[in-house]
Nanobody, 124 residues
Framework: QVVFVESGGASVQPGGSLKLSCKVSGIDLKNYVMGWYRQAPGTQRELVAR????????SYDDSVQGRFTISRDNAESAIYLEMNNLKPEDTGTYYC?????????????????WGQGTQVTVSS
């Protein structure tokens, strides 16, 4: 049974930075494309970043391109999201999950199970 545990969220001012972490158990992380999702209040969960299983390729939603960096440490069974120059529209709960493949057209999560997420609030 896969378990995702996200952490690192906080309340920050616009222009601030955060680094989110997601520890994964129950699967061999090196076999999975992984992604970070964001859910703003009253909206559906959306994929903001993805990374290939070995970490050689990464892609981002236009809204975070150039500000966010996704990374992973398969030995630690963890993925990360470094967030810089945060904007109020980045506010939301952030989750990680696997993806069925690395493709700009694939945004659906592989697993039905989700972690509790980590809350990011950007406000002055």
């Amino acid at each position: 049974q896969v378990v995702f545990v996200e952490s690192g969220g906080a309340s920050v001012q616009p222009g601030g930075s955060l680094k989110l972490s997601c520890k994964v158990s129950g699967i061999d992380l090196k076999n999975y494309v992984m992604g970070w999702y964001r859910q703003a209040p009253g909206t559906q969960r959306e994929l903001v970043a993805r990374i290939t299983s070995a970490g050689f390729s990464r892609s981002y939603d236009d809204s975070v391109q150039g500000r966010f960096t996704i990374s992973r440490d398969n030995a630690e069974s963890a993925i990360y999201l470094e967030m810089n120059n945060l904007k109020p529209e980045d506010t939301g709960t952030y989750y990680c999950n696997a993806l069925t493949r690395y493709s700009p057209t694939v945004t659906e999560a592989w697993f039905d199970a989700w972690g509790q997420g980590t809350q990011v609030t950007v406000s002055s």
